[in-house]
DNA sequence: CTGAAAGCGCTTACAG
DNA sequence: CTGAAAGCGCTTACAG
């Protein structure tokens, strides 16, 4: 039943022998690589009409195992729930496209995904690698995997964390810059105790010292956030790290923790956005207000920001512009650029809304 | 500078070698085709063994271009900035990979982006494709290029529309019973004047018409909102419906010609829940409340609409329903299925919370 | 229980 | 200006 008109498709045999010429000449003509007149420009119309007519498309997997060239380029993001990650795969999908290539996104959710992601570039799926989940910092089963892809010589660039390898550019945010400039912020604001909310087992004070020598992203963000404390006069206080799980949900969840620290502090920086909606959710349903009782400030700065209520104060990463230079180093690791370029490191900005007080409340 | 450790990928004749055998039995083994002793155990050990050592992984253009099977799906959806696709993304992931197969998301902003993912599909990147577009009721080209690809005989399934083509099963939403809920309700607290809000080109009353014939998704909403309203006893206003641009910004948008019709709308039934959330925005910046002044509920039910201020009464969709039944209905089609489902309805359901002023208001 | 051979649909030197 | 031939790395009848 499923047959129906099911035509077989046209290879280029069939255009070859429907304009009368060799498939040799299909495929040179097809290519564009006919323009200097290696081709007479009679013979290419009528090969361009009968492939028309015979809605002929060169199959993909007999060009890619051909030309060992597959033009498409593998991007793992940690979750598409986070805007962010949606921003940076779409304008990474954009900058790929000006250049002939595909883009396959992979929401890798768990480090095991992300492995199992990876393992499958090895079957030659890809041009290359692109990771953005932000598990590339440590020595951990992700690292190894993205090692050995780069060991067969499949370029890899990553995202967010900084470079595990000397062959794999890095390219990330300022995150010590827009966190310090957060919590300064704050401080400049009169706060004095100021908690930190970050991704991670829950718990806080015994993971301080796990985080200060952490070379990841979150990390950086507890570095900055202790020296703007300092810097500022403030003594940190190892309960107002608070750590908790992913999203939205966990940021509500890392509202009774942060309510239990005794006496309370009055702002939060907390790790992303989606989690910051979640803590102004759970202070709102505690009883507390933002910015008056409790100030909070995200990180991410995707449009969703804007349209919180409150607005949310955050630092802006700029997700398109991390995504065209990462696409960009891509193609010259693929074009054997010997020039590498060192890690980048793109600006951020804070942008100061309603939620942490700094503008009338809400 | 880039070959570095580049020592060429081993292949199937590697392994033969390796082992000792032919690159049939290998095959054979590797697939797990050997089960029924078609190959002695140890034979079967000294080939995986030698697979193992040398690192390979079957090319797949190569797996592709002899078996006919890509063991990809494609799944077309308008937008990964709306959560409810971005879940439908993930379950249809989920599902698909229970039976093996990859599922490649492809956003289609534009109609325009719709068209050129379904031409790429004619050089056989995927043995189906999944549409969840939203574009695919009437005579436009994605539809076209729908049905070029199902001439072909790529399984196709539609996951928002009606079903375009008698060969295309569709699967959606019961959005006429869900829409009906909210109004009704809306209704039922003794709002007499309710606005529609929907995407689509702004100005409004003249637009009516189109919509109420209209077999898109959108129109159901439309319809069943008036069927609420006249079986409720209210005359309809044609000047209630009010359409605007896509997501947070075009419901923002939506909110100045909403107070410009007087006597102000008490209350407004939006068509997405990130739309809604412009609008609430919006009406906030507007001076005025939600639900006090006006009453707003969305549509979609992602996790998102529990965490705003005021939480979002919303038309809950099950995204990860639907994503399995479509997933199940293209591998019915792939095994060649006589009996195919007919349209499928799966139920929506009306969240109550705090938008609607049902309950206490923020 | 195992292997030799054909062929999927292209591209790419190479020859003329 | 054009074509014959090889070969990318697999799987799949088929033969024994």
Redesign the interface.
């Known amino acids: ?7 077989e ?1 046209a290879t280029i045999a069939d255009v070859a022998r429907e304009a009368g010429v060799s498939k040799t000449t299909v495929s040179i003509v097809l290519n564009g690589l006919a323009a200097n007149g290696r081709v007479r420009a009679e013979t290419r119309t009528r090969i361009q009409t009968a492939a028309e007519q015979l ?1 002929y ?6 060009q ?2 051909r030309s060992r060239r ?1 033009m498409v380029l593998a991007l793992l993001v940690q979750s ?2 986070n ?1 962010l990650l ?1 921003d940076l ?2 304008a990474a ?1 954009a900058a790929a496209e000006r250049r002939g290539y ?1 883009v ?2 992979v ?1 890798a959710r768990t480090e095991e995904a992300e492995v199992a992601a990876l ?2 570039l ?4 890809a041009d290359g690698v692109i990771v953005a989940t932000g598990r590339h910092f440590a020595r951990g089963a992700a690292v190894r995997e993205l090692r ?1 892809l ?4 499949l ?1 890899a660039v990553v995202l967010i964390d900084r470079s595990p390898d000397p ?1 794999v550019p890095a390219i990330r945010a300022d995150i010590d810059g827009g966190s310090y400039a957060a919590v300064r912020h704050l401080l400049d604001l009169g706060h004095r105790r100021i908690a930190l909310l970050v991704l991670g087992a829950p718990g806080h004070g015994a993971s301080s010292a796990d985080l200060e020598a952490e070379p990841s992203s979150l990390a950086d963000r507890f570095r900055a956030y202790r020296r703007a404390l300092s810097e500022g006069g403030v003594t940190y206080d190892p309960r107002w790290l608070i750590r908790g799980p992913f ?3 966990g940021g ?1 969840e890392m509202v009774a923790p942060l309510l239990a620290v005794d006496p309370r502090p009055t702002a939060a920086f907390v790790y992303s956005d989606p989690a910051a ?2 803590v ?2 759970g202070l ?1 349903e505690a009883g507390l207000r933002v910015p008056e009782d409790i100030a909070v400030v995200g990180f991410g700065g995707t ?2 920001a ?4 409150p ?1 949310l104060t955050t630092v802006a990463v700029p997700a398109a512009e991390m995504a065209d230079i990462g696409i960009g180093t891509f193609f010259a ?1 693929l074009e ?1 650029e ?1 020039e ?1 370029p060192a890690d980048r490191l793109v600006e951020t900005r804070l942008i100061v809304r309603e939620s942490c007080g700094a503008q009338r409340g ?1």
Chains 1, 2 share one sequence.
């Open positions: 039943m499923r047959q129906r008109g099911a035509r498709r809605g498309t060169p199959s993909h997997a007999a890619v195992l597959t598409l729930a805007p949606v795969a779409v999908r595909e396959d996104v929401d393992r499958k090895h079957a030659g799926r050995a780069v060991e067969r010589g370029p062959a999203g939205l949900v509500r909606i979640g102004i959710r709102d449009e969703v804007a349209f919180t209520r607005s690791l054997g010997v590498l809400c």
